[in-house]
């Protein structure tokens, strides 16, 4: 139980009364001034703020969890944009739940689709894949690929476009299933790094005709920044997927305390 003096119980009850639909809450969750400590009450040492980025289409939080040291490079990462593409998830937990982080300053958002997620499906609550979604070459498609009735029409859309446009990071890994390849259709050599690091082959997921409207394809078009494709296999095997945190650090150059998934 909670003593009187914890402010978190009644916010908690603000957020679950207020989510559906509401468009004010995205900012209010700002990190909190330790954000030391989860929802739940374990610790997590290695995450320095919690923010609320903005809600699905069934009031569904989308959590990014903040890491590392402000002022280094930035880097955002994605995961379960596609709700039926989860194992790529427990990357980003593993960075959230182990060791403080260094020398990178480090966003994980790891279900950026949580409707799809609690529905097992790729698309969102509206039957849209965000990934067709985004404003940069935006055409409507129908089918596995509905794109929405327009560009940036879906809540999870706007959310992401705010959040990254804020962030303005170095780099994105956005990553999905079940391609089993990293896309090296821009910045092949950082590609190359990638793939090598997560020992991932290389390809070009030019996705044929269906290519509009992608979160990466907008972000390389609208920012300084670079946005790349992971795309694991159908079912990664647990011990490549324990391993690639501390890979993913070592390719920015950044470590975590302890020993955690590095050697
Ligand atoms: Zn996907």
């Not at 994105?172 to 790094?193: E, G, I, N, W, Y």
């Not at 793939?195 to 078009?221: E, I, K, Q, V, Y």
Request: hydrophobic share 40%; net charge positive.
């Amino acid at each position: 139980m909670r003593g009187p003096s914890r402010v978190r119980s009644p916010l908690r009850r603000l957020l679950a009364a207020a989510v559906v639909g509401c468009a004010l809450l995205p900012a209010v969750l700002e990190a909190s001034a330790s954000g030391s400590t989860s929802g739940s009450g374990s610790a997590r040492p290695a995450v320095i703020g919690r923010k609320v980025v903005g809600h699905s289409l069934q009031g569904r939080p989308i959590v990014a969890w903040h890491l590392g040291e402000p002022g280094k490079k930035k880097v955002v990462l994605i995961s379960v944009m596609h709700g039926n593409e989860p194992a790529p998830r427990r990357i980003l937990t593993d960075l959230r739940d182990g060791a403080p982080v260094h020398d990178l300053n480090l966003w994980v958002v790891p279900v950026y689709n949580p409707d799809g997620l609690a529905h097992h499906t790729r698309k969102n609550a509206h039957g849209v894949d965000l990934n067709r979604n985004y404003p940069y070459r935006w055409a409507p498609l129908d089918g596995g690929y509905e794109s929405g009735p327009k560009p940036s029409s879906e809540p999870e859309t706007r959310a992401m476009k705010r959040f990254l446009a804020r962030v303005d990071p170095a780099y994105v890994l956005s990553f999905h299933q079940p391609l089993h390849a990293v896309d090296v259709t821009q910045r092949p050599a950082l590609s190359k790094r990638v793939a090598r690091a997560l020992d991932l082959p290389r390809t070009r997921l030019t996705c044929g005709s269906t290519c509009h409207g992608t979160m990466t394809m907008w972000f390389n078009h609208r920012f300084d920044g670079f946005a790349l494709t992971v795309e694991y296999g159908a079912s990664p095997p647990a011990s490549k997927l324990a391993a690639a945190p501390g890979k993913i650090l070592h390719l920015f150059g950044a470590w975590r305390g302890g020993v955690v998934g590095v050697s």
